[in-house]
């Protein structure tokens, strides 16, 4: 089982990469903005509840996320793998997930993490609020209090990884092509031994 966190900001690609990463490597993506999303359109209580903070551009509880992650790994119990996508967002939810996939006698194989400048992410969301119907994509002051808690919960998510030597960067403007072939030498240098 080779697992997979795509780690960067709001903006950063995240959601294009991931879809074509799943695809190539068989993985199962993992996504909690999706997940809270389809929470959100089934109006079930847990997605009205997130409705409201997403609507803020502020991050739901850990313990509302992290139960998602621990369903959705119940529930692929023949999985290749994991390629988790927006999460873990603050190092409670990366140690949740640390116990976890011990538990599934597997770990994290590698983080990816995406950079692009902050002039860039705005540029891109909003202009992914023009067509993408979500919420928290139209609104600027909402797409900045997003990069904020980015900076103040999430960024430091890199270093916990960092820590088990796990982390590696990646150039993340330039064409969805390019960006894909930096994403997929990293991850077939990892598969190859
Ligand atoms: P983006 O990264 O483009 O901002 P996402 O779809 O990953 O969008 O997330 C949208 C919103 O959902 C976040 O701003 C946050 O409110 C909530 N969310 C998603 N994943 C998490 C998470 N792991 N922890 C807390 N909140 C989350």
Redesign the pocket.
């Known amino acids: 089982m080779f697992n997979i966190i795509l780690f960067g900001?709001?903006?950063?690609g995240?959601?294009t990469q991931s879809a074509r990463l799943v695809e190539k490597y068989g993985l199962i993506h993992l996504?909690?903005?999706?997940l809270?999303?389809s929470e959100i359109s089934r109006q079930t209580k847990l997605g009205l509840e997130?409705k409201t903070?997403?609507d803020r551009?502020?991050?739901?509880?850990?313990v509302?996320?992290v139960g998602m992650i621990a369903s959705a790994l119940e529930a692929n119990p023949g999985a290749n793998g994991f390629l988790f996508?927006?999460?873990?967002?603050?190092v409670a939810?990366s140690e949740a997930l640390d116990t976890l996939l011990q538990e599934k006698g597997t770990s994290i194989g590698v983080v990816l993490a995406l950079e692009v400048s902050e002039q860039e992410l705005v540029k891109r969301?909003l202009n992914r609020g023009l067509t993408s119907g979500?919420s928290?994509?139209n609104s600027e002051e909402v797409v900045r209090a997003?990069i904020a808690?980015y900076h103040k919960k999430t960024s430091v998510v890199a270093g916990y990884y960092q820590q088990f030597n796990k982390v590696v960067n990646i150039q993340g403007e330039g064409t969805v092509e390019e960006i894909f072939f930096l994403l997929c030498s990293e991850i077939d240098n990892r598969l190859s031994y």
């Not at 900001?9 to 950063?12: A, E, F, L």
């Open positions: 900001p709001p903006g950063s995240k959601g996504s909690t903005g999706d809270l999303r997130a903070i997403m551009g502020e991050l739901v509880p850990d509302v996320v996508d927006g999460f873990p967002r603050t939810q969301l979500r928290d994509d997003r808690e």
